[in-house]
Structures are given as structure tokens and as C-alpha cells.
């Protein structure tokens, strides 16, 4: 079996309001020039000057309260904007200020923002979602017109069901004890668990929850077919229910078999659901992959750090990704995640803002796991994963991985502060060709581990490849042309702003493990952009373009807007630490779920090895 491979490990079936202005402009300054310094060897060494317990003033924490205050007042808009003109359906229209049901037209921005209500403490709003909650119908799909195609199928898609209102009610349950929360959340899971019923036990797309009827395709993408195990996995330790319990264990089952079958590596993007074995060699921390890979991690900090088979597949698949999609621009620097394509392992040297999660991953495994390779043993692995192993056993891999998630998530950040808007578009590409002096010159984007290993031999003088200092430069060329000149590095290939999380999230996670006070600077940035430029009289609208300002907006305030973005800089500005990393996991959708171990009667019920 593959998990033989790890020689020590075990394996387990248990299974992502104003201060006065002199202060506040003398904190502000402080806390943007000085920088916290870094432990680890490749870590940048930033100025000597940390801040004293006495400039971490009062003042200070009145400032970022306040900040946290102007976020908890911008949730407020946004959802008081949905009450008003949405309520009873999924999403706000907030241009026009009319409903759409997107997701079911069960009210998918109410119960993504359970859980955002508890941590920012408006108890009314909760008190006042919690009877909706309890005569909620799960078996009838709401229609309007131009709604999304899942509802007007009357399928519910399974994985954005079970992230948002599943992970909503578990996490909403988790935080305030509300009995109704998870029995409710039992009665949904119970109903989605049609969807597993495939030879592999990974779920199909859609599921009819009135009639039990699935959708027939048995193909599936790793994003959603990799990314319920968090959710079945808190559920069976909330409620006992053994049902819920072997869903996510078969998951894990069919992933670790597939994983012993490939020998290492990271998963494909294209799953058949017959066979549980991949029917693509293309490899992503994108769309159609991110939160496949972010359960890898977080269903073994969610169950204790005791299931191992999770571990293992996290660990070779990061293997994969720090040796074969993470990329350095040739003028700036900037390290850059993309995906591969075919057996070639073609790289599209996109970047896309899906997968600014990924460093905000890196930092999480970093902070929280020992990153040794010295217990897998490489004979057991094919020839590629092998090569990785080795190579990046001449590393001390945590701090490798912390570099990896600085270097991407400051080049995430600077998509942001390039643009006129302050805001980051969805895609770009990296260091392509460009025209010089009539001819093509390729400036294509080096292997991040070439550049590393190339430091690593030179005597390692200065940072490492794609950290040092990085400042922003106004993006002013037209999208979908080459680049003519200039120390961008890439070209805009679609403009749009779809009041996304996943930058926000890292910077909150590069907070939290680093304390470098820099991220919550470029965190209230990106807020003060998101107030600036998609705020609307009843909510906040996603942008067409962020390469112009003012930004032109759209008619969209997505559930998750409520859900991630903006729970994620209320996180980051207060200053009390309300979800420890230590002891709380984030589902893929922001919902935190608390870190357990199971009982020696739950391990003998669910027949969980001990």
C-alpha cells in the first residue's frame, strides 16, 4: 500500500472611532515603514528596528478596532441591503436593488453570513436568521427570473451547497451552541448524501433533494469532487451519526488510493467518478483544483493531526507544486502559482486570483506542521516525485514553504495596488513574449526551484528569488496586448473583480503567522478600494474593469462577499485573535470549524482505527 511509503506513519480513516489625527497618522506611519523581522533561513531579513511594547500602544489597538469597526459596519450594509431587497431569496441585485436565486433560493447570503454574524457580534441579525433557519425547506429548489442554471435544473450543486450553507450551519453551530443549527445541518447533509452515491464514493455534481435523482455525469474536477470531507467529517463528531462519518471516509479512501496508484505527486484537475482515478495529467491550485488540495491540509488539522493519509497526500503534493508551477518573473521578480497542462506539463503562465488562497495554504502548513521528508521513503515513489523528493530534501522545508507563501502572497498583494482601481483582476499572465525592436522576445517566467537552487549554490547572498522588497507600479497598458516595456511582468488578461476573498485570506493568514503589521497595512488598502470603488446605495457590486478607476460595476454582491471577504478583514483588524489558527480550521468557504479529537466511543462506532 502506498501509505507504506511513510515508514513511521500510521495510517487512519479519520478524516480548508477615529483617533485623533496626530496619533493616528503617527501609527499609521509606523506600522506601514516598520517591519517585523522573519525567523527561518530563507526568510528576508527586514530592518532591525522592531516595534517596542510602548509604540504598540493603545492608541495603536484603538486604531485597528476601529478599522475592524468601519468592516463590521460595511457587513452591515451589504447584509442590510439583502434583508431589505432580497430577503427569503439567495442574492442581492445591488445596482438594481432586485433578488436572484443563484444557489438553491434557500437564502445562501443569510446562512453564509451565520457565522460572520456570531464573530462580529450582531446578535440581532442572528436572532432574527435563526427562525428562517428552523422552517428553512431544503427540498424545493426557488426559482426567479435569470437565475443561476443550478437552481433552474432543480439540482442542487453539491459542492456549493455543502461549503456554503452546510459549512455555514456547522460553523454557526460550532460558535454559538444553537441546537437548531446542527440539526438542521444533519437534515441538509442527510439530503445531499444521494451525490455519494458513485462506485468511487465521490460525489456527482448535483443532487435532486426532493426526489433523491442525481445528475448522470460521472465525471468530475478535483475542486469538487476533494472538497466535502471537512464538513462530513465535523458533522459525524457533532451529531454521532455514522452515516455522515463513512461519506468522508470513502472520500479519503479513494483519494489515497488513487494517490498510492499515481506513487506521489499532486492530483490532477479531471476525475472519473467510476474508477476514483484521474482521466487528465493537468495540475492546478486554480480553478478547478484549489480547494481539493486545502482539504489535504485542513482534514488533518481539523481531526487532531491524527489522520495521516491526508497528511501524506498534503505533503507530496506540495512536492509537486514548489517544483513544477511556481514561477519568477524576470524583471520584478514576482513568484507566480500557475497550472500545467498535458504530459508535457505544458505551463500557461497564467495567474489567476483563484489561487491566491495558495500562500495563505503554505503559511497554515508552515505554521502548524513539523514539514520534515525524512520519514517518506523515496524508493516507494515514481521516478518524478522521487527527483522532487530529492531536491528539495537539501531544504529545511518549513522554511521553504513560508518563503513560497511571502514571495506569492506579496506578488497577489501588488496585483491589487498596481491597478488604478487598488483592486486585483481575476487573471493575468506572467512574463510573456513581448515585441522588441520588431522581434519577439521571450521572457518567459524561470522555475521558482531553478532560481532557488541557482541562490542555494551561489552561497545564498541575499533573499531568496522572489522575496526582497516589491513595490507597487500603476498598471497603465492596455489589457490583451503584449508588454512593450516597463518592469510589470504581465498583462491583464481579464479585467473583472468579483469582490473575491482568496488575497484578503492570505494576508490574514500571513498575519497571523508572521505578526508583521505590513499585511494589515496592505489589508486596509484593499478594503478603503473596496469601498471606494464597488460600493453601491444598498450593498457592494463586483467591477467590470479594475485597470480603470472609477471601476465599472456590476449587478453582483456574491454570498461570499459576506461569508469570506469581509469576515477576513474584520479578522485581520481586530486585535483580539477570535479564530486561533491553532484551534480552528476554515472550511473552503471561511466557515471555521473547531479542531477535535475523537472519542474512544466514536473510534470504536465509526470504526475508526486506534
Known amino acids: 500500500m502506498f501509505a507504506q511509503a511513510v515508514s513511521t506513519l500510521r495510517r487512519s480513516r479519520s478524516t480548508r472611532y477615529v483617533a485623533a489625527a ?29 516595534p517596542t511594547q510602548d509604540q504598540a500602544s493603545s492608541s495603536s489597538d484603538y486604531l485597528w478596532d476601529t478599522r475592524a469597526a468601519q468592516v463590521k459596519q460595511a457587513f452591515r450594509h451589504a447584509y442590510g441591503g439583502y434583508k ?44 432574527d436568521a435563526l427562525p428562517v433557519v428552523q422552517h428553512g425547506d431544503f427540498r424545493t429548489m426557488r426559482n426567479t427570473p435569470g437565475q443561476g442554471p443550478w437552481t433552474r435544473s432543480q439540482y442542487a450543486p453539491f459542492f456549493e451547497t455543502a461549503i456554503r450553507y452546510l459549512g455555514g450551519l456547522l460553523s454557526a453551530y460550532a460558535l454559538s451552541g444553537e441546537s437548531i443549527l446542527l440539526d438542521r445541518a444533519s437534515d441538509l447533509a442527510a439530503l445531499l448524501e444521494p451525490a455519494f452515491n458513485t462506485q468511487s464514493g465521490l460525489p456527482r455534481f448535483g443532487v435532486n433533494t426532493n426526489t433523491t435523482a442525481t445528475t448522470a455525469a460521472l465525471s468530475g474536477i478535483f475542486a469538487e469532487v476533494a472538497s466535502c470531507q471537512l464538513e462530513w467529517t465535523y458533522a459525524a463528531h457533532a451529531t454521532g451519526n455514522k452515516s455522515h462519518y463513512d461519506r468522508a471516509s470513502r472520500v479519503i479512501s479513494t483519494l489515497a488510493d488513487a494517490m498510492e496508484e499515481r506513487q506521489g505527486g499532486m492530483f490532477p484537475t479531471h476525475w472519473h467518478l467510476s474508477n476514483g482515478l484521474p482521466t487528465s495529467e493537468s495540475r492546478s491550485v486554480g480553478a478547478a483544483a484549489d480547494s481539493g488540495h486545502e482539504y489535504l491540509l485542513k482534514q488533518y488539522l481539523l481531526t487532531g493531526k491524527t489522520d495521516i493519509e491526508n497528511l501524506e497526500m498534503y505533503l507530496l503534493s506540495m512536492n509537486e507544486v514548489l517544483t513544477r508551477l511556481l514561477y519568477i518573473t524576470p524583471e520584478r521578480g514576482l513568484l507566480y502559482v500557475t497550472e500545467t497542462s498535458g504530459k508535457a506539463f505544458t505551463a500557461s503562465h497564467n495567474f489567476e486570483h483563484l489561487a491566491c488562497f495558495f500562500p495563505g495554504l503554505l503559511a497554515l502548513g508552515a505554521h502548524t506542521l513539523d514539514l520534515t521528508l525524512a520519514d517518506i521513503d523515496p524508493s516507494r515513489l515514481n521516478p518524478e516525485a522521487r527527483r522532487q523528493y530529492e531536491l528539495l530534501s537539501k531544504y529545511d522545508l518549513k522554511s521553504l514553504h513560508m518563503a513560497a507563501a511571502e514571495g506569492l502572497a506579496t506578488s497577489c498583494w501588488l496585483m491589487y495596488a498596481d491597478q488604478p482601481s487598488g483592486l486585483g483582476p481575476e487573471v493575468v499572465a506572467m512574463a510573456h513574449d513581448t515585441h522588441v525592436g520588431g522581434k519577439v522576445a521571450d521572457r518567459q517566467g524561470k522555475l521558482w526551484i531553478e532560481a532557488v537552487e541557482e541562490w542555494r549554490k551561489g552561497g545564498k547572498h541575499g533573499p531568496l528569488p522572489g522575496l526582497g522588497e516589491k513595490k507597487p507600479i500603476m498598471y497603465t497598458r492596455p489589457e490583451k496586448s503584449t508588454i512593450a516595456g516597463g518592469p510589470w511582468d504581465y498583462v491583464v488578461r481579464r479585467t473583472e473583480y468579483f469582490l473575491r476573498p482568496e488575497t484578503i485570506e492570505s494576508i490574514y493568514i500571513m498575519w497571523r503567522t508572521t505578526e508583521n503589521p505590513v499585511w494589515r497595512e496592505r489589508g486596509w488598502a484593499i478594503f478603503e478600494a473596496i469601498e471606494r470603488e464597488t460600493k453601491t446605495a444598498s450593498g457592494y457590486a463586483s467591477l467590470k474593469k479594475v485597470t480603470q478607476s472609477p471601476g465599472l460595476q456590476m449587478d453582483d454582491q456574491p454570498s461570499y462577499f459576506l461569508a469570506e471577504t469581509l469576515k477576513y478583514l474584520y479578522l485581520l483588524f481586530k486585535n483580539e485573535d477570535l479564530v486561533p489558527l491553532d484551534k480552528w480550521v476554515f472550511n473552503t468557504e471561511a466557515h471555521p470549524l473547531p479542531v477535535f479529537t475523537w472519542s474512544d466511543w466514536q473510534k470504536h462506532k465509526f470504526g475508526i482505527p486506534r
Not at 85 to 102: F, I, K, M, Q
Open 22 to 50: 496626530v496619533s493616528a497618522i503617527f501609527v499609521v506611519s509606523t506600522l506601514y515603514y516598520v517591519q517585523v523581522p522573519h525567523s527561518g533561513e530563507y526568510l528576508p531579513h527586514w530592518s532591525d528596528s522592531v
Open 84 to 127: 431589505r431587497y432580497a430577503s427569503g431569496y439567495d442574492e442581492l441585485r445591488p445596482l438594481s436593488n432586485t433578488p436572484v436565486n443563484n444557489f438553491n433560493g434557500w437564502n445562501v447570503s443569510m446562512y453564509d453570513s451565520l457565522d460572520t454574524m456570531i464573530l462580529m457580534g450582531l446578535w440581532d441579525e442572528f436572532a
